[in-house]
C-alpha cells in the first residue's frame, strides 16, 4: 500500500511535541523534535507515543514507526512572561508595523527614544518597518506626529501563543491537527 510517508526521508519528520497535559509546549515557534531525538526520548522512557508516521527506522533486530506526536510524561510548566526577543516582540505585534500597519521590512523601535531615556523593555519598544522608523527618527511618536496602533505591552506567554496560532507553520503533518486545534470553534 502507497502512503507519502514512506518515501519521506526521516530528517523530514519530527515529532510534535506535548506537555503531559497533552498541549502543545509551545505554538510559534511549533515545538518540534528531530526524529533522532523523539526516538531517544522513546527509548529514556521520557515521552509516550501518541501517532506515528508510516515510515519506520530499522536496527538489526528491531523496527520502529517514527513517531510523530509525543507527550512528555512531566510536566513542563511553561513561564508566566516571554524573555525579551526580537522574534517574539514582532509575534507580540502580529508580525506588522505599529505605524503603518506592513509586514514587510520589520525592525524594532524605542517609542521614547534612548536619546530621552527610553528603556529597551517591553513597554517601550514596538515593531517598525524600516521606512517608518527611518521617518520617526529620534523623535516621540508625538513629534513625529505617527499614532501607534497599539501602545506597547509586556505580554504574557499565553497571549504569545494565541497570536502564534494565527500564523500557522509551513507544514503540518495530518496526525498533528487534533493537537494543534482541539479547541477550536466547530463548523457546522
Known sequence: MYHPDLIRHPDSCPALVLNADYT?????PLSLWPWQTAIKAVFLDRV????????????PT?????????????????????AFTRFNLFLR?????????????????HVIPRAYGGRTTWENVSTACAPCNL??????????????????????????????????????HETWRDWLYWDVELQA
Open 135 to 172: 521617518k520617526k527618527g529620534g523623535r516621540t511618536p508625538a513629534e513625529a506626529h505617527m499614532a501607534l496602533f497599539e501602545q506597547p505591552y509586556r505580554p504574557t506567554s499565553w497571549q504569545l501563543q494565541d497570536h502564534g496560532r494565527a500564523f500557522p507553520p509551513n507544514y503540518l
Open 93 to 109: 505585534d502580529r508580525f506588522s508595523c505599529q505605524y503603518c500597519g506592513t509586514g514587510r521590512d520589520l525592525t524594532f523601535d
Open 24 to 28: 502543545p509546549l509551545s505554538y510559534y
Open 48 to 59: 509516550d507515543i501518541v501517532e506515528s508516521y508510516e515510515k519506520e527506522v530499522r536496527s
Open 62 to 82: 528491531s523496527a520502529m514507526k517514527l513517531p510523530s506526536v509525543i507527550a512528555l510524561k512531566q510536566y513542563v510548566k511553561p513561564s508566566a512572561y516571554p
